[in-house]
């Protein structure tokens, strides 16, 4: 496979030495070599020095860095990436916590894997891509899921149809890559609530609220609230 070379110009690897996941096409001097959008890509400064590894596309954001590393991305790589992942949020309980089972699961950029999203509702985890390069790799990462998460996983959603950058050649749709599942009932501190991955909005639910939802609880506490035009009915 060819190697593709991505040359900076001068000045423009400041951003990437302070660890920023993306690189703009207006910081790109010079490619070597002819990637298509998903590609592996290697980027160097001005003065030819390496600076990272990342996914390559023909658009505003020009590479996502996988690694600040010169590595060849690989299964094994993004295994061990989304076990961190998994690790991380037994690590400060979001995971086997009674009053909480949807949660982001894997949070792009936060995780060391910008373009790839997967959040966990009650055992059905919802796949979202904002990369070819992952998303020629779906069905690869939901192996890797359901290996790590074993009987955690019911079923697997990729709900990328919408995500794919939109001049993106690659023709994208919304499916079932793991089993089925019918909407699910989710808990969130103690709250249930039902969730719709595949007609709602996102996901199916605004999981960054959940403090927000929790704090507006406190403040409601014994009062009668009129919750009009909320969604999922959890916040608006």
Do not use: C
Not at 202 to 225: E, H, P
């Amino acid at each position: 496979m060819e190697r593709i070379k991505i040359v900076l110009k001068s000045g423009k690897e400041q951003s990437v030495r302070r660890f920023h996941p993306w690189i703009f096409s207006g910081a790109i001097k010079k490619i070597y070599g002819n990637p298509e959008e998903g590609d592996f890509v290697y980027v160097y400064d001005n003065k030819d020095t390496f600076l990272a590894t990342g996914h390559y596309a023909p658009s505003s954001i020009a590479v996502r860095i996988l690694s600040f590393e010169e590595v060849t991305p690989d299964l094994s790589f993004f295994r061990e990436k989304i076990k961190r992942a998994i690790a991380y949020r037994k690590s400060i309980n979001i995971m086997d916590n009674p009053l909480v089972n949807v949660f982001r699961l894997v949070h792009g950029e936060g995780d060391g894997l910008p373009g790839l999203i997967i959040d966990y509702y009650n055992g059905v985890a919802v796949i979202q891509m904002h990369s070819v390069g992952f998303y020629r790799i779906r069905k690869e990462i939901t192996s890797i899921l359901v290996e790590l998460m074993n009987e955690q996983i019911v079923a697997v959603y990729d709900k990328s149809e919408g995500t794919i950058p939109h001049m993106s050649e690659t023709t994208v749709t919304n499916e079932f890559l793991y089993r089925t599942s019918a909407p699910v009932i989710v808990t969130e501190n103690g709250y249930k609530f039902k969730i719709e991955w595949i007609t709602g909005q996102k996901t199916g639910f605004f999981i960054d609220q959940r403090d927000n939802r929790k704090l507006l609880g406190n403040y409601t506490s014994g009062k009668s609230v009129l919750n009009m035009f909320g969604y999922t009915g959890a916040f608006s």
